[in-house]
Structure formats: structure tokens, C-alpha cells
């Protein structure tokens, strides 16, 4: 346990170390959710109204299909990860599911490449005769970039998991489960958004 300059521990217990990680990950994760969910408001604001003054075009290609591919491969890392905390709280390894939610992460990185690089080109065709709805893709953009960019966060959480959390070491763990299944959730909605605001 950590200790103050004049050699008191910081916290009185194990309990109550925990209890402060998890009231910090709760906040980051909270602020996290704000942040989206401004997005999310801001690109459907934009949507709409584009639509309703005809500057939206007709023709705007649907998400790609392999974005289903990678909301499933997301949820089952979300189950492998749910699996480790399971095994770290009875003192068992969980490394192994840890893994395997990593090589989800990694497969899930690699089908929301494909997406982009598939799904980019046509939109750009799309909207050639409506520039105004570059105003509402710039959102989309934001959202789907944000995501990408805490997922890399969480993958590089997941490697440093591997190599130095132990056996029983809920607290080690805890708080990158909590951003990972986080990250699921998020996604989850950004999808149905690109669902429903075409």
C-alpha cells in the first residue's frame, strides 16, 4: 500500500483504496458519457435540420455491414472481460481472458479500419452535390474518432493488465474492466446512431 512522506499509509484499508478507485473511474467514466453524448446531440441536431431544408442528399449510403461484424465482436469482448474479473475476484488468473479480450479489441481496431475506408469514399460521392453536409459528417467523424481513439487507450490498458496485474488483484483490474465495457456501451450507441440518422 501506498504511504504518505511521513510513512502513514494513504488509505486506512484495502476498502477504502477501492472505494476511491472506483469513485475516480466513475467520474471518468462519467465525463467520458458527457462528452459523447454532446456529440451525439450536436450531429443529430444538425442531421435533421439539414434534412429538413433539402440539404441532406437522398442517396447517403448506410453504415457498412462489417460495423455489425465489429458490435458483435465488441460485445463478446466484453464477456471475455466480464470472465476475467470473475476469475481475479476468486484469486485465479484471469490473464488468459484478458488475452482474449485484447485479440477481440485488436479484430475490432482492424473491422472499423475496413469501415472507414470503405464507407468514406462513398459518402464523399454522396454528398459531392450537397456540401453542406460536410457540417453534419464532421460530427460523425468526431464521434467515431473519439471512440477509435479511447479504444486505443484501452487496448494499451489491456497490454500493461497483462504484464502486471496479478492474480486476486481486483483493484488492478477493476478499473480497466469498467473502461472497457464502458467503451461497448459507447459504441453500441454510436452504431444505432449511424443507424437511424442517415
Avoid at 95 to 117: N, S
Amino acid at each position: 500500500m501506498n504511504t504518505l512522506p511521513e510513512g502513514r499509509p494513504v488509505f486506512d484499508s484495502d476498502r477504502a483504496a477501492g472505494a476511491a478507485v472506483r469513485l475516480g473511474m466513475w467520474l471518468f467514466v462519467s465525463g467520458l458519457a458527457i462528452i459523447f453524448i454532446s456529440t451525439a446531440i450536436a450531429h443529430v441536431t444538425i442531421r435533421w435540420q439539414l434534412g429538413d431544408q433539402g440539404y441532406w442528399p437522398p442517396d447517403m449510403p448506410g453504415p457498412p455491414m462489417i460495423l455489425g461484424v465489429s458490435t458483435i465482436i465488441l460485445l463478446v469482448s466484453s464477456v471475455t472481460m466480464w470472465k476475467a474479473t470473475q476469475l481475479t475476484d476468486r484469486g485465479q488468473d484471469g490473464r488468459p481472458w484478458i488475452g482474449l479480450t485484447l485479440c477481440l479489441g485488436l479484430a475490432y481496431a482492424v473491422t472499423q479500419t475496413v469501415a472507414w475506408l470503405d464507407w468514406s469514399p462513398q459518402v464523399e460521392d454522396a454528398i459531392k452535390l450537397y456540401p453542406d453536409a460536410r457540417l453534419a459528417l464532421t460530427g460523425f467523424y468526431v464521434m467515431t474518432g473519439l471512440h477509435a481513439l479511447h479504444a486505443l487507450g484501452g487496448l494499451i490498458s489491456l497490454v500493461w493488465v497483462l504484464t502486471m496485474v496479478t492474480p486476486g488483484n481486483r483493484h488492478g483490474l477493476w478499473p480497466h474492466a469498467t473502461y472497457w465495457h464502458f467503451l461497448d456501451i459507447a459504441w453500441v450507441f454510436v452504431w444505432l446512431l449511424l443507424l437511424l440518422a442517415r
